[in-house]
């Protein structure tokens, strides 16, 4: 029962040394991602009237796809540096000495991690793709909204609704006084026509926060009434003028003010659906690429018998029936010459199309790919921490050293090969050239027989970093290619 209790204090004070560097990883690496996200998109935030609320929102829709590889990272990152600084305090070795292997020592960190994964695949499969439907819906309005009023003395604005502006000077405190103003309604040539001078007038608030309201003072009106109007008609129409000495225009700037940044326009995205909705997404994408496929097949047969046709074909010029290994030789030099350049023809068209219908093919095929990729990866994600708590618990424990010096160099080049040969199958599959579930599994199939290697190596107490170990090793080659030296002495 003591021993019992001891064990489970253990357990908590192992637990307790891992989430301490876990929480302060993820929170660096976690800030490192997003600024990354803002330094990509920082172009699309630019002129667009937002508020900080808006862009901090942006940001954290964005980073729910974040914690996929920050997760992972932060595992392997914390099991090196847990395990390391206990055996670089010893206590490794004490635990070993009470009798406590070190497969029990990693037992409540590997239960703890795989209660992360589990965590991580819920995650994943519920909360990411909701996160990504918002994130990606607000970036589409962001980069199709107009930009916010700028008033430039001297330049023409076109960004209200229908109209083009210009003030020659604005003044004022709050700058709501205007000098030589021109405005100019949008119209085609089938609407009336309009365009006002003004010498003054000023900004005013308007009762509808969504129209812009001006007061004109000193001006005239310039109208051509032509709508509804028939052509000559219209070239007959005199231009009208109207003077006036005040005039209260009011201009809708709606678009502008309510750009509905919010508003969810993509919603047909498969990155929004969870592990089994795309199941379904995949069964129809199967069905409708049958379907083409079919389609395409039929279509290149119709094309590869119509030179058939073409020679069986009793309105042609030439008429010759077709039969095997058919020459042309019995043909006169003219009509043979014909057949040859129709047939030539026949072939490049055919050759063009089924060119078209390859890649049509390789077009849903490279869809699919990415359909099967985005599905697996909410559970590979999951067993990859796994893994990377296999590699760094192991590691850890064999070169016994923690901190953020030598852990976090081995940490970030095991990293780096994960995420190179993630990178690559995943590119061979969108291109159509390699299967998706086994580039989506192919990273953790290489590092998982690595992982149990290590595993295997740690607890067997392998001196796998010893140095001294390698210099031994190799010292029969390397005394080939050093000098005897003498004593100093005897120099």
């Known amino acids: 029962m003591r021993l019992f209790f001891h064990l489970k204090k253990l357990d908590k004070y192992i637990i307790n ?3 301490g560097p876990f929480l302060f990883i993820f929170s ?22 937002l508020t900080y609320w808006e862009i901090i929102k942006f940001l954290f829709y964005m980073s729910a796809s974040v914690v996929q590889m920050v997760l992972p990272l932060t595992i392997l990152l914390s099991s090196i540096m847990t395990f390391g600084d206990f055996g670089e305090r010893y206590e490794l070795a004490a635990m070993k000495a009470a009798g406590i292997s070190l497969t029990r020592v990693m037992m409540p960190l590997f239960i703890t991690v795989s209660m992360l994964s589990f965590v991580l695949f819920i995650f994943s499969n519920n909360v990411i793709p909701d996160f990504q439907r918002k994130a990606k819906n607000m970036l589409f309005n962001i980069v199709s909204s107009k930009p916010a ?3 430039t003395p001297g330049v023409f604005i076109d960004q209200m609704s229908g109209f083009s502006v210009k003030f020659d000077k604005i003044t004022g405190e709050n700058k709501q006084n205007l000098e030589g103003v021109f405005l100019h309604k949008n119209a085609n040539s089938y609407e009336n026509q309009q365009t006002i001078i003004a010498k003054s007038g000023r900004f005013a608030k308007a009762p509808d926060p969504n129209y812009l309201k001006l007061v004109l003072y000193n001006g005239y009106i310039y109208e051509d009434d032509i709508a509804n109007k028939a052509y000559n008609d219209r070239l007959n129409q005199p231009n009208q003028s109207i003077k006036f000495d005040s005039l209260a225009f009011h201009i809708d700037i709606s678009d502008i003010i309510n750009k509905a940044i919010e508003s969810e326009k993509i919603t047909d995205d498969y990155r929004f659906q969870n592990y089994f909705e795309v199941n379904e997404t995949l069964k129809k994408s199967d069905e409708s690429n049958k379907i083409s496929v079919t389609s395409i097949a039929n279509q290149s047969m119709m094309n590869v018998n119509s030179y058939v046709q073409y020679l069986d074909n009793p309105n042609n010029k030439v008429k010759v029936n077709p039969e095997p290994n058919f020459t042309g030789d019995k043909l006169g030099p003219e009509k043979r010459l014909e057949v040859y350049y129709n047939a030539y023809s026949k072939l490049n068209n055919l050759r063009d199309n089924n060119k078209m219908s390859q890649e049509q093919v ?16 909410i559970f590979s994600y999951s067993v990859t921490c ?18 953020m010096g030598l852990p976090v160099v081995i940490a970030i080049i095991i990293f780096i090969i994960f995420y190179v040969i993630n990178l690559s199958v995943e590119n061979l599959s969108w291109k159509g050239q390699l299967d998706p579930y086994l580039a989506t599994w192919f990273p953790n199939m290489v590092l998982f027989p690595f992982g149990v290697w290590l595993t295997y190596k740690a607890l067997t107490d392998s001196q796998l970093f010893d140095i001294e170990k390698y210099r031994t090793l ?3 080659i390397t005394k080939r290619f050093s000098k005897n030296k003498e004593h100093k002495r005897y120099q």
Do not use: C, D, H
């Open 474 to 476: 190799f010292k029969p």
């Open 149 to 151: 009023l700028n008033f």
């Open 362 to 377: 390789l077009e849903m095929k490279k869809f699919r790919n990415k359909v099967v990729i985005y599905q697996q990866r």
């Open 386 to 403: 796994i893994i990377f708590f296999m590699i760094g618990a192991s590691l850890g424990s064999i070169i016994r050293k923690g901190g």
């Open 28 to 49: 660096v690496l976690f800030f490192i991602f997003i600024v990354n996200i803002i330094w990509v998109q920082m172009s699309q935030f630019t002129g667009k009237g």
């Open 17 to 19: 040394t891992f989430f």
